[in-house]
């Protein structure tokens, strides 16, 4: 049994490593604006929706923010509370839309409620916190730019699930450790 | 923020310390008044993330400040200083605006110039982080391999190579697995714990400049 929870760690670990990766990819893409942000490092969390267990979905959510925060520095600044709450936002609700909808809504439908819920909740953060209530003006570029990203990174996701023999084992790996070592 | 020069603060201070430092730091410069004294604290955590060996993005930074403080200028409050057509510059939204901004920036370079990656966490979530650092590296060893035009064949093929879902346990290091601590092993944690500890004088010279500031703002009444 330790070596179920061991070799489930161990995967949630990757993943985790696997959102750092793509943020450090990210950093190549030219962007058209200063504060826009693709998202790819939450390409790991939305194809793990599909078999990640609550709790290790959220370890992978947290190694990320945190992961982020310790490479780049900034995790004892508001920098990591909003990567912390827009990421948590996110990462609930694309867990209800995935699994209130079922085989109806595919990943691109995901993503973009995923992306939705991040950007209101940094909206939200960036008018309390930061711009002050005038900042409300840039509520639909923010939410705008939100969804475009969000129907990127699902139809990445979407290309990813369908493609990768990786991810197949991985999941297949990992539902082995869920039941206990049994095939 | 590429870190592309020498981190000389690394040199003198241990990650914890370092970490502990900036947090002791915040409170000052939180609660200290006035513009001038808060910029001036901004510059000086400026300073310290360059001794750090961040290169900061500046251009960033000024634009950040400068659009919270577009922002409070939306909402006038105060003598009017300039008037632009129906766009009025006031004392308060300005003054409450750079404020804002350079409390937030300041913030940032206090946090890039105290948190290292080596920073570690305690309890299994620090092992978590440890060994996400672990795979990362290993990923990033194989980078080269992704090509844009074919970037999820790549990427699959890398990942593959990097922890293949068969393999594993038996292609990790034995860091994953617990190993029994020997009379060796236990010297070599003593010594690390001691380093962990270096720099502790130093931390504390450089945590005392922000609350001599505060102190001596809050006696003199300025």
């Given at each position: 049994m330790r070596s179920e929870i061991r070799d489930r760690r161990e995967i949630t670990a990757f993943l985790g490593a696997l959102c750092l990766f793509l943020s450090a990819v990210e950093y190549l893409i030219p962007k058209p604006?200063?504060?826009?942000?693709?998202?790819?490092?939450?390409l790991p969390l939305l194809v793990g929706l599909r078999f990640l267990n609550p709790v290790d979905l959220l370890l992978v959510l947290l190694l990320k923010v945190l992961g982020q925060g310790l490479i780049n520095g900034t995790?004892?600044?508001y920098v990591f509370l909003f990567s912390l709450a827009g990421s948590v936002a996110s990462v609930l609700m694309m867990s209800a839309v995935y699994r209130v909808g079922g085989?109806?809504?595919g990943m691109v439908g995901v993503s973009l409620s995923g992306a939705l819920a991040s950007s209101i909740v940094q909206v939200a953060l960036a008018v309390t916190?930061?711009?002050?209530?005038?900042?409300?003006?840039i509520a639909p570029l923010s939410i705008g730019s939100g969804i475009v990203t969000g129907l990127i990174i699902g139809v990445f996701a979407d290309r990813f699930v369908s493609g990768s023999e990786w991810l197949k084992g991985i999941e297949k790996r990992y539902r082995k450790t869920l039941a206990g070592g049994r095939e | 923020m590429k870190g592309a020069h020498p981190d000389r603060i690394g040199l003198r201070i241990a990650p914890v310390p370092r970490f502990a430092a900036g947090m002791l730091m915040l409170p000052p410069y939180l609660l200290i008044e006035g513009l001038p004294y808060k910029a001036g604290l901004a510059v000086f955590f400026a300073l310290l993330a360059v001794l750090a060996g961040k290169r900061l993005r500046w251009g960033y930074f000024l634009l950040l400040i400068a659009s919270v403080a577009f922002f409070h200028l939306l909402a006038p409050w105060g003598r009017?200083?300039?008037?632009i057509g129906p766009f009025t510059v006031t004392t308060g939204a300005l003054e409450s605006g750079l404020t804002r901004g350079i409390t937030l920036v300041g913030m940032v370079f206090l946090s890039v110039a105290a948190v290292?990656?080596?920073l570690e966490f305690p309890g299994r979530l620090g092992g978590l982080v440890g060994r996400t650092f672990y795979h990362f590296d290993s990923i990033l060893e194989g980078?080269?391999?992704?090509?844009?035009?074919?970037f999820f064949i790549s990427l699959d093929e890398l990942l593959m190579e990097r922890f293949n879902p068969e393999a594993f346990p038996a292609n990790l290091?034995?860091?994953a697995v617990e190993i029994p601590v020997t009379a060796e092993k236990a010297d070599t944690v003593k010594a690390e714990s001691a380093g962990s500890r270096r720099g502790r004088l130093p931390a504390v010279g450089v945590v005392l400049i922000p609350w001599f500031l505060w102190a001596w703002t809050l006696l003199t009444g300025v």
């Open positions: 604006l200063p504060f826009f942000r693709l998202g790819l490092a939450n995790l004892a600044s085989r109806f809504v916190f930061v711009f002050g209530e005038t900042a409300r003006i | 009017v200083l300039l008037e290292r990656p080596e980078n080269k391999r992704l090509t844009g035009k074919n290091t034995a860091a």
